[in-house]
Nanobody
């Protein structure tokens, strides 16, 4: 699976962004899709995951109620809607694909996109 993430940018605190990740190469609906982020000097962090059908979603506590993950299997795309952004959300955001049912650890993912930068100014 090849993954191409886009939609990052610079936004003020309290603003919104929507990230997209387009997949190609294999059957998109066979994979759970996740978003991770990595801030400078920090380890890569799990953000959100959606299972293959979209029926199950899970978020890290710090983004619950602010971020929403969704997918469109007809378009082979997964989205991350980010609202009420905070400076601590600043990071490079990565999408990833996993054949596991409910993967929340980076080690469970098989394919990774190249990352898109999100910068939130205070």
């Amino acid at each position: 699976v090849q993954l191409q993430a886009c939609g990052g940018g610079l936004v003020q605190a309290g603003g919104s962004l929507r990230l997209s990740c387009a997949a190609s190469g294999r059957t998109f609906s066979d994979y759970a899709m996740g978003w991770f982020r990595q801030a400078p000097g920090k380890e890569r962090e799990f953000v959100a995951v959606i299972n293959y059908s979209g029926a199950w979603r899970y978020y890290v506590d710090s983004v619950k109620g602010r971020f929403a993950i969704s997918r469109d299997n007809a378009k082979n795309t997964v989205y991350l809607q980010m609202n009420s952004l905070k400076p601590e959300d600043t990071a490079v955001y990565y999408c990833a694909a996993a054949q596991a049912y409910s993967p929340v650890d980076a080690n469970e993912y098989d394919y990774w996109g190249q990352g898109t930068q999100v910068t939130v100014s205070s």
